[in-house]
Nanobody, 123 residues
């Protein structure tokens, strides 16, 4: 019943841009903080960004500050991640997650996860 579906990944040259989207259904979207996470092969999953239920508060990992922008549309139950000036180190599977709260610079609470969308940045 709960669906979290990412889209927008692809192959891009270093310095290029991509916009990821996440569509959520089956839960109260405007009652949850939403986050983007990524995982490269052989590495730990890391939090990229989190946004509060209202969109007024955001968190970004230091590695993406100034390059990535997270936003949400509560009327459409969608989450976006605009990624600019992409670097090869950004290559990973990107996952969307419905959490509870943005607290202490992290998305907290139990999470519903999407299936992921692949982002590959060539040098």
């Amino acid at each position: 019943q709960v669906q979290v579906v990412e889209s927008g990944g692809g192959l891009v040259q270093a310095g290029g841009s991509l916009r990821l989207s996440c569509a959520v259904s089956g839960l109260r979207f405007d009652g949850r903080a939403m986050g983007w996470f990524r995982q490269a092969p052989g590495k730990e999953r890391e939090e990229v960004s989190c946004i509060s239920w209202s969109g007024r508060s955001t968190y970004y990992a230091d590695s993406v500050k100034g390059r990535f922008t997270v936003s949400r549309d509560n009327a459409k139950s969608t989450l976006s991640l605009q990624m600019n000036n992409l670097k090869p180190e950004d290559t990973a599977m990107y996952y969307c997650a419905a959490a509870r709260l943005l607290l202490g610079n992290t998305c907290t609470g139990d999470k519903y996860w999407g299936q992921g969308t692949q982002v590959t940045v060539s040098s």
